[in-house]
């Protein structure tokens, strides 16, 4: 465990996206008893609690009444004196203009420990992701975080509005969207250029990112007119016109798409990865469920039973997995398929066969049941016996074929799909998609029979193959892209062909 019991852990969490969280947040997320959350953290940053950790939402909301600081202050207090280990999960960093500083102070006056853990703030973050550095040898060999928007509270302003516009240097602004006219008038009055260039980042590195370039005499005017909210940053320097050559967030081939994924959410990260990779905002809306059999008495028996077959065929990487765990639960390892040839119905499945220390013999170049029906034509079956390892609802193409010729076949189910009612959420925010991808004739039929009239009407399909563009189109639907090999590589790469065209 590396989170200290009754110490206060004050922990940034980065400007939004996930992948900026810091390995220790993660560490510490991942072991706390408690954690008390402010309201811009990273979606999913709290995947990794402890199942039984108490997880107690402390943000400020514009407008909405919140938990007072003193009273935050006095939370973490009791809770670390009843010898919990508690986290204080921050957006970006917690000692810039996050706050940290105070709570810190006050859990030293309780006589309670705590540890800061750095997050990556916004002013370095969204810039970035901006495409625009904040010092730059040719521009800016400073730069200022400065708040634009003090506490109400204070009397007088704590800003020196003339010494801020000659600082020699990029101005980053936070929380400076609601004052930006009287800021940048103020600027301009302490004799700033009014034509220096000038930005304005929201949501930066969240999906939805906008940036709106301008002059500091005319920002004020121009994210009002883009009608920009906060979170956002405010950028005045030279360093903001360099974005013209450095942006890059909106360069990725799949910005600004949103692509649905339908696979079974045990299938769906890696897919999801990549596309978001891409620049893709990704909706996940698996219509399915995957569901292990391997405790049926035919798993079983063909577990214990593996090393007798002469020819074992996998179809999926998910068959791989779920026949490996069978065979580990019969007390048996790989070394039981060493007498066999093993055949995968396409790449992905080779790739969880090689996982497991097999390289498989015989790997068709289509990914579909007659392709590999095919390529075993090369292979001796008569009097053999095969096992095919697969869903319970696949097609009969590949036994069929095989016991045709002579072979004795054992088909076995290792799982199987089952209907998942798709969440609202998700339902809602499928809705302007602009791509909707299809893995399989069931998920096609599950969700399109789940969505009804709700089915995201605009998007372009994207299907895997004939066999699920044929279930899309019975389904009274139009498949705009058929992959040419029929695997997720080859979704991905006809779904990326044709956003570069449409
Ligand atoms: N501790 C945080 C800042 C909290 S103050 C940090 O280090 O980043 C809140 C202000 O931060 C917002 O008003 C906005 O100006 C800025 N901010 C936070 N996240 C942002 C984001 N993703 N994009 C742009 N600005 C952001």
Redesign the pocket.
Known sequence: MSARTGVVYLV?AG??DPGLMTRRSLELIADADSIYYDR?IPDGALDGAREDAELIYVGKQPGVPSVPQDEIGERLTRAAKAGRSVVRL?????????R?GEEGEALRAAGVEFEVVP?????V??TAYAGIPVTHRGDASAVAFV???EDPEKAETALDWPALAAFPGTLV?????KRLSENAASLIEGGRDPEQPAAA??????PG?RTVTATLGTIAASVEREAIK?????VIGDVAARREELHWLERRPLHGRTVVVTRARAQASGVAKTLQGLGAQVVELPAIRIESLTGTDEARAAAKAIGDYDLICLTSPNGVKLLFEAIAEAGLDARALAGATVAAIGPGTARALAAEGIAADVIPERFVAEALVEVLEDVEVEGKRVLIARAAEARDVLPDALRERGASVDVVALYETVREAPDEKAIAAAQGADYVTFTSSSTVKNLTEALGERFPAAARIVSIGPVTSETVRESGLEVAVEADRHDVDGLLSALLADAATH
Do not use: C, N, S
């Not at 921050?90 to 996050?98: A, E, H, L």
């Not at 997050?119 to 002013?123: I, L, S």
């Open positions: 940034g400007p939004g811009l921050k957006g970006g960093d917690p000692f810039v203009f996050g940290g997050g990556v703030t916004a002013g973050a969204a708040t634009g928007h602004f936070y929380m400076g969207v980042i929201e949501r930066g590195t969240w990112q906060a979170p956002a940053l405010i």
